[in-house]
């Protein structure tokens, strides 16, 4: 193996915290992760996308929701004791923004090396995969790595941000 792909590879070691929707297990860099909450009351928004759920209060600042069984395009399930939802960190213009991930429970934190990590198969030309980091292989199965950054497009990001900086000034 070149030392190139060595580099790349080993780039993407490091702590993931593994999150389940329905029988598939995916994982996000535990440095983007801010908290883990239980679900809370969340306020819709009118006119925003069906995968964005609302906002939430969380200690006076509000933290938009998106629903990723719905981004991803799955079915939508009953909310359960185990629903939660992940206050991961984004990066928008420079500028760092809170953003809040409902999931159907949290797995567990992973160390995972470079090396057990391989890029997102191609799917053809259709398929944008740039939201997948790579994926992992951990105990014999695969985990989808996800680069949350690329899950939400910016204008996407932008238009949430604003939606919640709108939704506080109008609570204020």
């Known amino acids: 193996m070149s030392e190139l792909m060595q580099a790349v590879q080993t780039d993407k070691s490091g702590k ?9 297990e995916y ?3 535990i440095l983007r992760v801010r908290e883990i909450i239980g679900l809370m009351s969340i306020t819709v928004v009118p006119r925003t996308p069906p995968y964005v759920r609302g906002v939430i209060n969380l200690r006076g600042k ?16 009953e909310v359960t004791e185990e629903t939660c939802i992940i206050v991961v960190d984004m990066i928008l213009n420079e500028e760092q923004i809170e953003m809040g991930i409902l999931v159907d429970k949290v797995s567990e934190v992973l160390d995972i090396m470079g090396q057990d990590i391989e890029d997102a198969p191609a799917f053809g030309t259709g398929f944008d995969s740039d939201f997948i980091l790579g994926m992992a292989k951990v105990k014999g199965s695969v985990k989808i790595l996800l680069n949350i950054g690329s899950v939400l497009n910016s204008e996407e990001v932008l238009m949430m941000g604003e939606t919640a ?3 506080s000034e109008e609570s204020a």
């Open 16 to 24: 993931y915290l593994t999150f389940m929707l329905g029988d598939e």
């Open 27 to 29: 994982g996000l860099e």
């Open 165 to 167: 900086i709108n939704t």
């Open 62 to 77: 509000i933290i938009p929701v998106v629903d990723l069984r719905v981004k991803f395009g799955m079915e939508t399930v």
